[in-house]
């Protein structure tokens, strides 16, 4: 077996490197510095040379195109001026020279385009004739529309000249009517006296040249540098220029000129006709034009303003560095340098043999005897499939002899008959350094068929000259961890789908799992709730004490079993069953705790639902047996107090007999509290023998008014102020008008009843009636409220008891009674305190007829024998 390792050919490269190969390589790169050098230089001065004469040359030709496009504006307006003299256009006696003179303008202007006007003026500054261009169709302008010019300064130069004297304007940008013209005309004004046949000055002939095709011209002319060539003026504002803002600063009064931009190189280009310089900022060729000296007349106008312009080229400085010159030869330089390096790796590359064959040897010895020491698996394989070499650790495994294993077939031996073709894919795929990976599981087999899971980490093995001869594997026995993780993939499955709330707290108490059924009962996701503390649920129902008992419970490793009444994430509260307990790691301490929870809150309905049907049936028993009692005393006492009325009656009555004061005020006392006596005995027979209902449709407003009449004599008696009012357009209701006439009737006493004894302010009653509209039909709401004592909320309820009574006087079954003829028609009554110290008594009445499935059970219900009243419950 051979190997070769990266240290091992990191140790021969670096003892290469300090010897042959830095001489070698050193000797080489020194002869390609110098003769690289020396051609750098050579072309970087030709290249300087070059860039120089060729902006020599294109300045040149931007100067020689504004030259002959000067000299043919001169020589068509000489020409003009020379004719209209010859043949005396404008001679006083020639009435067709006008004419002529329109016919003439018309001819040049459309042969040439090149005029925007052509124009003569006489001696005072008025138009004789004016031809425009009018983008290509010449027309002569109307006498009326003829202008006077004297006020503008190329009429006035051009006056003064002599003859064949010229003027030449500034070159600017066309102004109308005081405006620039948009869009932009550049114009250039060029002038000259004409004369009689008689040599008399007559006036000035003036063409308006277009100046664009001065400027179009000098860009053509200098195409080949036109992105940093530049036409300026004798103030040096840019007419044409790179950057098209730039141009016509002067017509817009900006200061930015090439001078504000250059200064130093602007001083020396003012100063010279033309030149070349370079300083910190670039290389500058410029050349100045004058045009009255470009043109052929021999006179000169002395007087007029000078008019001069500059071409100026600029070539940034870095631009004119060796940068771009060296990076063009760099593809050269860089081949040679490879060449060398090359050639300087080949010398050196025998050494390098040399040095691995010799480590080889001592490489082979240390690999084997590390793989022997170590506790994982290891196994050399060739390209044959062959063992090579296996480790004890592998052999004890497995249970095979050394002498059975090396050289036989790995495949064949080891991997079973299923695996075969998959991991031969894998261990062909290494050898051919295609896609694979460095890390692979895989089943190996014992001696006696046993399969086991191991973790192989692969190593090529490779010889002197880098060439793949086999493959180290080695591998881990993950066979136990395997079937642990697969435990746990099945235990994580049964929590996830588990019917109960499964979640995993850390010792902090902070939440590090919650299976699905968590988010379905309590509407917080996972997300929500992970990292946060379960207290998040907590409804603030379950005391202290019995999260102090629990955490106490489940630290010290026990199980801990109670129940909860938690807040979901809508703040709907529910109960739980839980049994939380202590989850331990592998050294035994505490790391977490599981608590595996189960919603009882349906349960908890269904027992609090039986509780209370319980209750409900265990009073109606008692009330049943109460009003039974309550029947055979009001039936018992009922004929012995008429008998003690009648009589009582009778000796008031008896003729002949006078009674005294006081006995005339105890026979009164006597007959009222008989009358009281007979009061309880009716409200006994009343609850005790309800009827049945005899429903009707009643108006509410109407039903009202009949239980203040019932109630009129305590009103009066108490001095209360009553305050009724009906919402309009309220609805009929279906009921019995004598029971709710009667019901209402005992709220309004029992209202009377509570102001007796009220001190400082006048008692009253205020009954409103309102429509109520619910989920399923509409209701009508009654409120009798008064400004009484009020009643304690602990005794709100109480109060609709039979026999209980806050007053000395009573039964204490008016309101019981009213409780049942509001519940026989499906209502539902409570009192609740009102602001002003009172009780309100509200009623809630549905409004459509009371059906009669449910008024057939009530009755039965009342009627039914305490024996059997379970039963019909």
């Known amino acids: 077996m051979r190997v070769i390792s990266r240290d091992m050919i990191k140790s021969c490269l670096q003892l290469c490197t300090s010897r042959d190969f830095i001489v070698v390589f050193t000797i080489a790169f020194l002869f390609l510095v110098t003769t690289g050098a020396a051609h750098f230089y050579t072309m970087a001065k030709s290249e300087e040379v070059k860039r120089e004469s060729s902006e020599r040359l294109n300045i040149s030709l931007g100067q020689s195109s504004i030259v002959r496009e000067l000299n043919g504006i001169v020589s068509d307006l000489m020409y003009l001026a020379h004719n209209i003299e010859l043949q005396g256009l404008v001679d006083e006696s020639n009435p067709r020279g006008r004419t002529i003179l329109e016919i003439e303008f018309q001819i040049l202007s459309r042969q040439k385009a090149l005029y925007d006007q052509i124009r003569l003026l006489d001696k005072s500054g008025t138009e004789i004739v004016r031809v425009n261009y009018n983008d290509g169709n010449p027309h002569v302008v109307a006498s009326e529309k003829l202008q006077n010019k004297s006020r503008r300064y190329y009429f006035r130069q051009s006056w003064q000249l002599a003859k064949d004297e010229i003027y030449i304007s500034p070159l600017d940008l066309n102004v109308e009517q005081g405006r620039i013209q948009s869009p932009y005309k550049s114009m250039l004004r060029i002038g000259t006296p004409v004369y009689e046949s008689t040599g008399k000055k007559k006036g000035v002939l003036l063409l308006n040249y277009l100046g664009d095709r001065l400027i179009n011209n000098f860009r053509q002319a200098t195409s080949n540098i036109a992105d940093h060539v530049a036409l300026l003026d004798n103030d040096g504002y840019w007419l044409s220029s790179p950057d098209r803002k730039e141009e016509w600063g002067f017509m817009f009064d900006k200061k930015a000129t090439f001078g504000t931009a250059h200064p130093e190189a602007w001083k020396k280009i003012h100063a010279s006709e033309s030149g070349q310089f370079i300083n910190h900022q670039g290389m500058f060729t410029f050349t100045t034009i004058r045009p009255f000296q470009q043109e052929k007349t021999s006179n000169k106008n002395k007087n007029a303003r000078p008019v001069t312009w500059r071409t100026v080229s600029f070539i940034p400085s870095e631009q004119l560095s060796v940068g771009p010159l060296f990076r063009q030869h760099l593809p050269m330089y ?440 619910g989920n399923d039909r509409p209701k009508i709401r009654v409120e009798i409220c008064d400004n009484g004592h009020g009643i304690e909320p602990e005794k709100a309820q109480q109060i609709f008891e039979p026999f209980f009574t806050t007053r000395t006087k009573g039964t204490g079954l008016g309101l019981a009674i009213v409780k049942r003829i509001i519940t026989q028609h499906h209502g539902n009554v409570h009192l609740q305190p009102t602001n002003e110290g009172g009780t309100c008594a509200i009623v809630i009445l549905p409004t459509s007829p009371l059906e009669e499935s449910k008024a057939t059970a009530m009755e039965q219900v009342n009627s039914t024998e305490p024996d059997s009243i379970e039963s019909a419950l």
């Not at 698996?377 to 390209?383: E, K, M, P, W, Y």
């Not at 499939?385 to 294993?405: G, M, P, R, Y």
């Not at 049936?617 to 003690?644: C, F």
């Open 334 to 773: 860089g081949t040679m340098f490879i060449l060398i390096l090359i050639g300087s790796v080949l010398v050196t590359r025998s050494r390098i043999k040399h040095h691995l064959a010799e480590s080889q040897i001592e490489f082979e010895k240390r690999f084997r005897d590390t793989l022997e020491n170590i506790d994982l698996l290891a196994v050399s394989i060739n390209t044959e499939n062959k063992i090579e070499f296996c480790n004890n650790a592998l052999l004890q495994l497995t249970d095979w002899q050394h002498k059975d294993v090396i050289g036989a077939d790995w495949f064949s031996l080891f991997i079973p008959q299923q695996q075969r073709t998959q991991n031969l894919e894998v261990f062909n795929n290494l050898l051919t350094s295609r896609n694979s990976p460095s890390q692979h599981e895989s089943t190996i087999q014992k001696h006696n068929g046993e399969k086991i899971q191991v973790v192989w980490n692969y190593s090529l093995i490779k010889n002197a000259d880098l060439q793949v001869i086999g493959v180290t594997c080695i591998g881990e026995d993950v066979t136990e961890a395997r079937e642990t993780e697969d435990m746990l993939r099945k235990l994580y499955s049964a929590a996830e789908q588990s019917p109960a709330t499964v979640m995993i707290v850390n010792i902090e108490g902070e939440i590090e799992y919650a299976n699905p059924k968590f988010t379905e009962l309590t509407g917080y996701s996972f997300d929500e709730i992970k990292g946060k503390n379960p207290r998040i649920l907590k409804s603030g129902e379950t005391s202290n004490d019995e999260y102090s008992d629990l955490w106490s419970t489940i630290s010290n490793g026990k199980e801990w079993r109670g129940v909860f009444h938690n807040k979901k994430k809508n703040g709907e509260l529910y109960w739980e069953s839980a049994r939380i307990s202590a989850i331990r790691d592998s050294n035994g301490n505490i790391s977490h705790y599981l608590a595996v929870k189960e919603d009882i809150t349906e349960r908890k309905r269904l027992e609090t639902e039986v509780d209370n049907r319980n209750r409900e049936i265990a009073n109606s028993k008692a009330l049943a047996a109460t009003g039974q009692m309550a029947s055979m005393i009001a039936h018992d006492l009922r004929n012995p107090l008429s008998s003690i009325k009648m009589g009582l009656q009778i000796l008031g009555k008896k003729p002949g007999h006078k009674w005294g004061d006081e006995e005339q005020e105890l026979r009164e006392i006597a007959l009222q509290q008989v009358g009281y006596m007979e009061e309880i005995l009716e409200d006994l027979l009343s609850y005790s023998r309800p009827e049945a209902l005899k429903p009707e449709w009643i108006s509410i407003d109407k039903l009202l008014n009949t239980a203040i009449i019932f109630a009129q004599k305590q009103i009066r008696d108490h001095g209360i102020e009553i305050r009724p009012w009906c919402e309009p357009g309220l609805p009929t209701l279906h009921g019995d008008s004598s029971k709710l006439r009667q019901a209402f009737g005992n709220m309004i006493i029992n209202a009377a009843q509570a102001t007796e004894s009220l001190v400082g302010e006048s008692p009253w009653i205020s009954i409103t009636a309102s429509l109520e509209l």
